[in-house]
């Protein structure tokens, strides 16, 4: 009996040990992206991160993509299809979410899925680089959110793209020029207005 | 003349770079384009060795998926109308006769991972799957996303090197605990089972970051 209650007593103070540990460990890591005017008064140590060149920061199979999103404080543009088989739809709202214009996906649309099967880091931005170009212009940041059949968060970064060409992607702490072709971001930019 | 071709900004793994011979080895799959293809019908003389899938076009080009099945080589051509042949690549899947499929082994009794390419284990980690409110099923699966850094809103926690294998949303990915996933393990083991995880399978960071580096997309993953 009081070997039982030991063992008992033992299990507990581990569970304890472990239930603290898991608490200081939630509380852990990067804040979530806040707004542009935080942004830009973010320190240098949020942008650090182990990103490496060549390295694959996202992937995902293009049959399971069911949407993807690009959102500035004006407008979100979203494009949407039911299953694999089907055409993007585009929708193109204001801030307050009406919808300004809807469209059918041109073909010129069958770019943007290939591009995102695989996004690598180009180019990995140091600390400060990376501070000083979101100090300038992470107030301009888009959101680019890809969204698939798999629950939970969908992937998301913030984007820029810079005159040179470069789309500049965000992942946490991480800022890199990444492999998605500007063509690209261009035609989600453009939601409706784009090309066929 | 239209020609087979490494699309740019695709994936790249299977290929044997080498465009004048229009020559690719396939060890799972690769993704080549054809420029200035339209209308021509796009087949493999041998679909018993790789099958062919036609992906979304990209600008000019007609991107198709060569997924090899078996050792051998094929033929991928495109024939116009008239069944004349306009551009040809040759198909080569490597490994005849010895399986050397990547695929990841969970063992839900030993707490174990392990890499394999054919029979070759290439890596053995020690692992934490999830508790018995929230198992991780046994079945076979395959990696659909890969998401080097992760964070999840709905355990607030910091889950790099997430590969993804079901579509409620259970994934390998790095532990990111105080305690030192070993213990974690024991634990697990010996005193309570409410110190697995939610489903997902935790490996350390540095063995988490070796299989993401190893894995690509569709690897398969066994969970028994």
Request: aromatic residues 6%; charged residues 25%.
């Amino acid at each position: 009996m009081k070997r039982s209650v030991a063992v008992g007593l033992v299990a507990a103070a581990v569970l304890a040990v472990a239930a603290i540990a898991t608490s200081a460990f939630l509380v852990r890591g990067p804040a979530p992206s806040g707004s542009s005017s935080e942004l830009a008064l973010e320190p240098e140590s949020a942008f650090r991160s182990e990103l490496k060149v060549g390295d694959e920061v996202f992937a995902v199979e293009p049959e399971i993509v069911v949407g993807i999103d690009y959102e500035t404080p004006q407008r979100r543009i979203s494009a949407e299809r039911p299953s694999p088989n089907d055409r993007f739809v585009v929708s193109v709202k204001d801030a307050q979410g009406r919808e300004l214009t809807r469209c059918q996906a041109g073909k010129s649309w069958d770019s943007v899925l290939p591009a995102f099967t695989s996004v690598r880091a180009l180019r990995v931005l140091s600390a400060t680089e990376a501070r000083a170009l979101w100090g300038a212009a992470g107030k301009d940041a888009a959101i680019l959110r890809v969204r698939d059949t798999i629950a939970g968060d969908p992937t998301q970064f913030r984007v820029v793209v810079r005159h040179e060409g470069d789309v500049v992607l965000r992942d946490g702490g991480g800022v890199f020029v990444s492999s998605l072709p500007e063509r690209v971001v261009g035609l989600l930019r453009a939601g409706c207005a784009g090309p066929d | 003349m239209p020609t087979f071709i490494k699309p740019p900004g695709i994936d790249k793994k299977g290929w044997d770079d080498y465009p004048k011979r229009q020559s690719i080895g396939v060890s799972r799959y690769a993704t080549i384009g054809l420029s200035d293809g339209a209308g021509l019908n796009v087949s493999l003389n041998d679909p018993s060795v790789a099958s062919l899938a036609e992906l979304a076009a990209q600008g000019k080009l007609r991107i198709f998926r060569v997924t090899g099945s078996k050792g051998g080589n094929a033929m991928l051509e495109a024939k116009d109308s008239r069944g004349s042949v306009q551009a040809y690549m040759q198909i080569q899947v490597l490994g005849a006769g010895v399986d050397t499929r990547k695929r990841i082994v969970v063992s839900l009794k030993d707490q174990t991972l392990q890499a394999l390419e054919g029979t070759t284990v290439i890596f053995s980690f020690i692992c934490v799957t999830g508790d018995s409110s929230h198992p991780t099923d046994p079945g076979v699966f395959h990696i659909m996303r890969k998401r080097k850094v992760h964070r999840s809103s709905k355990y607030n926690a910091q889950m790099n090197y997430a590969m993804f294998f079901t579509t409620d949303g259970k994934a390998i990915h790095q532990y990111h605990g105080v305690m030192p996933l070993a213990v974690v393990r024991t634990l697990k083991e010996n005193i309570s089972d409410w110190l697995g995880s939610h489903g997902c399978v935790r490996l350390r960071e540095e063995d988490a970051a070796a299989l993401f580096e190893w894995a690509p997309m569709s690897t398969a993953v066994e969970v028994k």
